[in-house]
């Protein structure tokens, strides 16, 4: 029994993960969230523009980060159109993604009742991350010519008070892969609008040497970013708690899974002292 | 079935012409039918407006020396808008309502002729933009710094027909106005409206240092190319990860069992993947001379080809251009997941003995080294995705970490003038050491009370 | 022939490099449009190499059935799967339609698939973490030690730990949520910076090593 501990079986390890994700979601529980201050930076910014301002939104990821990913979109397209802002939205990442755009774009049409090419315009996927982003900072229409309906995107309304990037008051890039260091290389130095990342957790610790030189004004990070900005958002806006919030419900999960990682890696450590020890003696490991 | 097979594999590839050709013309089609309609307007179903009826409670004055330059360092149609800072800024100002408002901005909008139509070319916060926090227009510290806002104003002049207007010589007008409240809709516009010209810039001179920086890195690495040609011998470290290729190579062979070469889930475009074509070379050369057998699944059709000319050289080289196989360098799918799956798949199939990543990696890195090592691989990893480095470093029996992976061709190879571009390197690093002890130490005295003229590096290294 | 593969891909690796370069110090107008063109080319090669994918991904599929390989039931999954989605596309558009045939695909099997292997990552964290984060050294206890609290302090049941440490005090950089900012923004942030130095000079040398013609691996064969 000792030796089936200190040497689990993979399979064991993959149920026991599987049962800590599973059991949280299916009975529904919740725990309260401390956002961390990378998060705050991004809501406040949000919070404070003045209503209708332009926020340019770079949905760029795929399906295969959608768990981790839409739930912070949904979080953060709600608030913006809760303050009235103008969104405009393409994704520079890959072509896979324009279908979850739609779909989070039709949901916020939905609740909000928010009209493309009035209050939000998603414009899709071209190839070429430096290219898009480049274009955008000269002239959005002449290079989206059309949104991602196909509609054209010369007549819409919204592209009268949002020419180029200069007339972009904030910007938010939710990636799953590097694509907000290209907008801060290409769009944020060239065209100056602040801007914060949203990421998957893996590559969350990647982006503070950006955070810390101010060229980030804040972080997302995974599903605790996301669940950070859905706690914001039922704290300032109270009418948002009757809406489901996937990230906020996640973090049990995630805490246990969090707390049986350690357990293992604890678990690994005895192991190795109780191995290292018996070789010690010059018994047999 | 072998007909019916050839059969679908040719129909398949015609219908993929076809469709690709087909997408190509309706994209140009539907790009040039969109139809031109001047829009109007509408947020949230309400017409946006100036309030003109809210307006400070006692006249202000602001803008007074309004000067209107030409934008330096830009390809043109766009003014610098320059005028002095204001006392009530700092404390914000009384509404004719009763109400004061602290949170107020400047609008800075342009027209065509001085009683044309305005339209809106900068808003900013009262308390923000001054001259000094644009090293690249306004150079390090410059007049006034703390005391004069500005804005960059772009602008589009109407053409008249076919003939193109000169920017050069048409001025454009500039009136600086007032917005208070998060409404943003009380227009207060000072009297002063000033003109300017604006022209296309043919040298960034924000990017001097830049410049200067690159010639002499550039200077240092041909240098010392060239004294690695004149035969001085240069001394790079050991790195483990490569010494192991040989013996990765080896047991494969040994085994009988085949090798895996990822090149990483960028395009060709990247240094990280022509860095690790450049590795696949040298390793497809040692497979080839020990006649074992390596695959290649690639994330990218152009890394796909590109891979498939370095092993065939290789194999050429080596002296067995029989035993290449184009087959076995092939493109699998570019989404990241499916990609996973198919090369995850091959490796539980095929039990490789020994796997090679290098290049730019994303989420995968994991899921790749984790199989690998289940199926009893030697792993190789090396990759500049500074968040992948953990992960291969667990799963995989050696890691190059960062720069590593650009100086393994150079490893691998041996070649004097490979290996005198690494010792530039080493050079340069060195430099950027003793630069960020002295910007430090400099930075660290003005934030103790220390002259602000002390920060000369924050302006020289601002645009890098 | 060796004129055609060497000497002429070495040339026009070295006016383009060249030529990017100093675009990028020149701001005027024909000087962006250059830079737009170039990679206007690169989306048209893009685009066509797609169409070299595509077919030796038919080739090799077909080739795999063909010689009734192992697994090669996954390849009739993959030809019957590729033409499947292309006709659902033709047939009802693209994700431009959010009612069609091809959006009910991507909804409803590539979304719930991909997302399906990127899970996976989950499970196999955790037997890597079991297996390979042990306290050899010194310097790896305390590696452990940063994981440990960056964990605790990520999640709600971490911080709740904690939660009883008044904030504003001295104590209160003992709060999980507080000790695990501090190590992001810190250390974190200054190991990264230094590995980022390393690869930036990195790709310095490798760049200028291709324009010049030093290296030439990548177009096939040695230097």
Known sequence: MTNFFFNLPRQFIYLIIALAVFIPIILGMEMDVIPAPEAEAVFNIIEDLPDGSVILFGQDYDPSSEPELTPMTTAFLRHCFLKKHLVVSVNVFTVDGVGLGQMAFSKMEDEFGVVSGEDYVYLGFRPGVANSIRAINSDITNYYKTDANGVPSASMPIFEKVKNGKDVDFMLSIAAGATPEAWILYGASESGYPMAAGCTAVSFASYFPFYNSGQMKGILGGLKGAADYEELLVRNYPEMKEKSMFAKKGMVSQSWVHILLLVLIILGNISFIRERAITRRGGKA | MKRLLSRLYIVSTAFCAVLFSFVLLSTGISAQEAPQETPSLRLFGEELVRDRTLRPES???????????????????????????????????????????????????????????????????????????????????????????????????????????????????????????????????????????????????????????????????????????????????????????????????????????????????????????????????????????????????????????????SYTEAGRPDNYNEDNVFFLTQAQFSYVSAVNGMMVREKPAANFYFGYYFAESLLLAETGNQVGAIQIAGTDALVQIPFFITSCDYTLIGEELYAASAYISREPKLLGSIKAIDMAKAVIIVLIIVGTILATLVAFGGPDRLDILRYIFADL | MQFLKRNIPVLIAFVMGIAMVCQYYIPSQASQ??????????????AFALLIGVQSLIHNHTNKIRRKQVGYGFSWAVIISMIAMTIAGLIGG????????????????????????????????????YRAFRAKTPEATMLLIAAAIAMLGRVPVGTELTDWIPLGTFWANLRMEIMTDWLLNIPNTAGFRAVMFGVGLGIISTSLRIIFGIERTYMGGGD
């Not at chain 2, 409404?183 to 830049?210: I, Q």
């Not at chain 2, 483990?240 to 475009?269: H, K, Q």
């Not at chain 3, 449009?33 to 893009?46: A, L, Q, Y």
Request: aromatic share 14%.
């Open chain 2, 59 to 313: 006249a202000l004055t602001g803008a007074t020396d309004l000067v209107v330059k030409d934008w330096p360092n830009d390809a043109g149609r766009s003014v610098c808008v320059t005028f002095s800072k204001s006392d009530w800024e700092d404390v914000g100002v009384i509404m004719n309502n009763g109400e004061q408002v602290t949170n107020l901005y400047y609008v800075v909008d342009w027209a065509e002729t001085p009683d044309g139509l305005w339209i809106e070319g900068d808003r900013f916060p009262v308390t923000e933009q001054f001259i000094g926090d644009d090293y690249g227009a306004f150079g390090f510290l410059p007049e006034g710094y703390e005391t004069t806002h500005y804005s960059r104003v772009q602008y589009e002049l109407e053409t008249e027909g076919d003939e193109d207007v000169s920017y050069e010589e048409t001025p454009v007008y500039i009136r600086v106005g007032l917005a208070a409240g998060e409404k943003m809709l009380a227009g207060y516009y000072f009297p002063t409206v000033a003109s300017g010209t604006s022209h296309e810039s043919w040298f960034d001179s924000a990017r001097k240092y830049h410049l200067v920086l690159t010639v002499l890195l550039t200077l240092t690495v041909l240098s010392f190319i060239s004294r690695a040609r004149r035969g001085m011998k240069f001394y790079i470290r050991r790195i483990a990860g490569l010494e192991a290729v040989d013996e990765a190579i080896g047991r494969a062979t040994e085994m009988g069992r085949t090798m895996f070469f990822l090149c990483g889930l960028n395009p060709m475009s990247e240094v990280s993947t022509i860095a690790a074509t450049n590795i696949l070379g040298k390793v497809a050369y040692k497979v080839a001379e020990y006649e074992s057998d390596l695959l290649v699944p690639c994330f990218d059709p152009i890394v796909m080809s590109v891979c498939q000319e370095i092993v065939k050289q």
């Open chain 3, 33 to 46: 449009d250059f830079g737009s063109d170039m990679n206007i080319w690169t989306e048209i090669i893009f």
């Open chain 3, 94 to 129: 693209g994700v431009d339609n959010t009612k069609g045939m091809y959006f009910w695909m991507f909804q409803y099997l590539q979304v719930p698939m991909q997302a399906t292997v990127f899970s996976i990552l989950c499970f196999y964290i955790a037997t890597a973490a």
